[in-house]
T-cell receptor
Framework: NAGVTQTPKFQVLKTGQSMTLQCAQDMNHNSMYWYRQDPGMGLRLIYYSASEGTTDKGEVPNGYNVSRLNKREFSLRLESAAPSQTSVYFC???????????????FGPGTRLTVL | DAKTTQPNSMESNEEEPVHLPCNHSTISGTDYIHWYRQLPSQGPEYVIHGLTSNVNNRMASLAIAEDRKSSTLILHRATLRDAAVYYCILRVPVGTGNQFYFGTGTSLTVIP
């Protein structure tokens, strides 16, 4: 099992360019998440998908869109990149039974994005 | 406002116990307390979680206050490999799934 995989690992964009970050999991998890991590800020939720076919905004959704392509894949798109979106982006997945006792998250290795 | 608050940093001597505190005064009855840690240049990894009772696993112990407004992650014997940022998280049921609210983390330094 690869767990959670993310591509690319590194990316440099110019202001105004667009790109899509890809995430896939092979654990048959229901929920998938996108976070960003900035120095001293911990992880902040951008969007999540509780189950296939649903997506919801998190704490910092502005400037991003997501697609839950199927149960395995959850992509994050930056339509017009801005320097404020320079960050490390993490994808995560979880089995997700609301309030269930065992649900934990599994994280990918991250994508380091720089917007010039 | 952050759902959890933690000290920014802590130090420990190698092979000594470490107690990492966390406050979560607005916790609800259905919210689980999770701890994750993040090694440099890696994604966070699960450490332990609990609801009301203290929990033990091979990595650590979790002590939860009776009123559930605070908790403590206990590493029984710190090793150099335990140097990481430790995050205290509330897992909140939302719809058919759960959201995980991260604090800003405690950076643990282990001194040889």
């Amino acid at each position: 099992n690869a767990g959670v995989t993310q591509t690319p690992k590194f990316q440099v964009l110019k202001t105004g360019q667009s790109m899509t970050l890809q995430c896939a999991q092979d654990m048959n998890h229901n929920s998938m998440y996108w976070y960003r991590q900035d120095p001293g800020m911990g992880l902040r939720l951008i969007y999540y998908s509780a189950s296939e076919g649903t997506t919801d905004k998190g704490e910092v959704p502005n400037g991003y869109n997501v697609s839950r392509l199927n149960k395995r894949e959850f992509s994050l798109r930056l339509e017009s990149a801005a320097p404020s979106q320079t960050s490390v982006y993490f994808c995560a997945s979880s089995e997700a039974v609301a309030g269930g006792p065992t649900d934990t998250q599994y994280f990918g290795p991250g994508t380091r994005l720089t917007v010039l | 406002d952050a759902k959890t608050t933690q000290p920014n940093s802590m130090e420990s001597n190698e092979e000594e116990p470490v107690h990492l505190p966390c406050n979560h005064s607005t916790i609800s009855g259905t919210d689980y307390i999770h701890w994750y840690r993040q090694l440099p240049s890696q994604g966070p990894e699960y450490v332990i979680h609990g609801l009301t009772s203290n929990v033990n696993n091979r990595m650590a112990s979790l002590a939860i206050a009776e009123d559930r407004k605070s908790s403590t992650l206990i590493l029984h014997r710190a090793t150099l490999r335990d140097a990481a940022v430790y995050y205290c998280i509330l897992r909140v049921p939302v719809g058919t799934g759960n959201q995980f609210y991260f604090g800003t983390g405690t950076s643990l330094t282990v001194i040889p």
